[in-house]
């Protein structure tokens, strides 16, 4: 949807702007912004704090600016700007022009090609009145407008300010009624643009070894037939054949001159699905994590994965070299698991670990913690962590048996831990639409909504009883290789064919899973494949 001559963006307090959506995906976004005919588009996140900072996509030819939870990948905040300002423009030194599309509401349009400007008076009557906003002085003095899910700044006068704040009322009967230089429009469910939330579920995949991998209350078992699948998930997006496998060659089973495995690809859902192909049953499920730093960035939705840490089994120390690695990845069993499993699932024991510091090739996530939703921790809280569990039962799980919550996902949600925010990070680049509004002392600056467990990252990691695409590379190894008794070899290195800046990735393998982990040290895709226990 692109707003031509006789075209308006419709405005939605609480739910859009034109073709942008709250709530949407990243990958929506790119892929609407591909169909305009754009000069540039700026796409801006920091790598070294992928789950604590937003995601910016900037159209300065538009004017607008869209930012995105850095763990949901949603889309959280829309800023139109009326008035470019410098920080919006991407040199920094100056503004940059527009062609802001007509906007309307209600059917009016209120700003436009015709109409470049709307000022407090226009925009008081189009939307009604309200409660009265908020001042802001300083170098930067304005009055903020608010509605529900919507809200303008108006510049003032430094002087007028205190004036104006004292005496309680809209600044519409002013000498030059101010312009509006910027809106903001964010999810009903916010109390304001500096707190916002999601406008849309996420969904949990717990991997359940070594039944399979659990989604929306529902299984991908090893052994299942293509139908099975396509019964319980509906048709993929795409079918297509592995023709070539890359790490082959390390691999001590003989040659296989059989049909070709192939994948069904759930791109919605962040997941790959790998049948063999003489067999036809399913053999492993591939879960992506969408980071930006990665080659596939935009074509697979983020799969929120959930590894539950089983009991150390000390007198059993797999081979985790690179040819085991191979083997690993090419394992198929023939027939479905049809026995029970019993899964531990208290935390394991695990001594304290001292992060590596940061650097520019490796992030330590110091300030990350080790549950889910950790971005500033991501609007839902946790519940405390119980500091002990020796005396629970175990918990017996069906692999074949399709429930609407999971037991293992159920037990999880009674130890998360107690959320702690971490402050916002507007002011790292680009900048935000909204830099500057956290010195207003009668509003402090609330957090983004990423970082969900506190900033004790390390301890956390001892204590809890799973892991998640929120932990560093480093407390994975770490909590793995006590809880399976395996330490891991050199990594398998996969070069990403120059499509990305960021370098090569690493496969690390532990039993039934392999990790693809980027160097900037967090995992970027997780391989599930059924491992025989002894």
């Avoid at 002085?137 to 300010?161: K, Q």
């Avoid at 717990?206 to 209350?217: D, I, N, Y």
């Avoid at 998930?233 to 390390?250: L, R, S, Y």
């Avoid at 070899?489 to 392999?514: C, D, E, I, R």
Wanted: one cysteine or more; hydrophobic letters at 35%.
């Amino acid at each position: 949807m692109v707003a031509g001559p006789g075209t308006a963006w419709p405005v939605e307090p609480t739910r859009r702007v034109g073709p942008f959506l709250l709530g949407m995906g990243v990958n929506e976004a790119l892929a609407a912004i591909q169909k305009m005919r754009l000069d540039k588009a700026e796409f801006n996140f920091d790598e070294r704090r992928v789950f604590d900072t937003d995601m910016c996509l900037r159209l300065p030819s538009l004017g607008i600016q869209l930012c995105f939870d850095g763990f949901q990948q949603d889309l959280r905040l829309i800023v139109v700007c009326f008035q470019q300002q410098p920080a919006f423009g991407s040199s920094g030194t100056g503004s940059e022009p527009t062609m802001l599309p007509s906007l309307s509401y209600g059917g009016r349009v209120f700003v436009g090609a015709q109409h470049p400007e709307v000022n407090f008076r226009e925009v008081y009557t189009m939307f009604g009145p309200t409660w009265i906003g908020d001042f802001q002085s300083g170098s930067r003095s304005a009055y903020t407008l608010r509605y529900p899910g919507l809200a303008f700044e108006f510049p003032l006068p430094e002087d007028m300010v205190d004036t104006l704040a004292a005496r309680c009322e809209h600044p519409i009967e002013i000498p030059d009624t101010p312009m509006a230089s910027r809106m903001w429009v964010y999810c009903a469910a916010s109390t304001s643009f500096q707190n916002l939330v999601s406008a849309r579920e996420e969904h949990d995949v717990a991997v359940v070894r070594p039944a399979g991998v659990e989604l929306r209350g529902r299984r991908l078992r090893f052994g299942s037939m293509p139908q099975d699948i396509f019964s319980d998930f509906g048709p993929p997006e795409q079918v297509c054949t592995k023709d070539n496998d890359a790490v082959k060659i390390h691999s001590a089973a003989t040659e296989n001159t059989g049909p070709a495995d192939y994948f069904y690809n759930y791109f919605h859902l962040g997941v790959d699905v790998l049948f063999d192909g003489r067999s036809h049953m399913m053999k492993k499920v591939i879960l992506h994590t969408n980071h930006p730093t990665h080659e596939l960035f935009s074509q697979y939705v983020r799969c929120f994965f959930q590894v539950p840490i089983a009991p150390s089994d000390a007198g059993r120390v797999p081979d985790a070299s690179v040819g085991a690695l191979s083997q690993a990845m090419d394992i198929v069993t023939l027939e479905p698991p049809m026995e029970e499993m019993t899964l531990e699932i208290d935390p394991p024991e695990l001594g304290p670990c001292a992060r590596p510091s940061c650097s520019s090739s490796q992030v330590s996530n110091s300030d990350e913690p080790a549950g889910r939703d950790t971005r500033t921790e991501v609007e839902v809280d946790g519940k405390p962590e119980h500091e002990t569990a020796k005396s629970r039962p175990e918990v017996s799980i069906d692999p074949l048996h399709s429930t609407a919550q999971s037991p293992i996902l159920a037990k999880l949600c009674e130890l998360g831990p107690a959320g702690i925010r971490d402050p916002p990070c507007w002011d790292l680049p680009p900048a935000s639409p909204l830099e500057n509004t956290q010195q207003n002392s009668a509003h402090p600056a609330q957090p983004t909504a990423a970082s969900r467990f506190g900033q004790d990252h390390s301890s956390f990691a001892d204590r809890a009883c799973h892991v998640d695409l929120k932990w560093a590379w480093s407390d994975i190894e770490r909590v793995l290789t006590k809880s399976t008794g395996c330490s891991c070899a050199k990594p398998l290195v996969m070069n990403q064919g120059g499509h990305t800046p960021f370098g090569s990735t690493f496969f690390y393998a532990f039993p039934g899973l392999v990790f693809e982990v980027m160097q900037n040290g967090f995992v970027a895709s997780l391989t599930v494949f059924q491992c025989d226990r002894a």
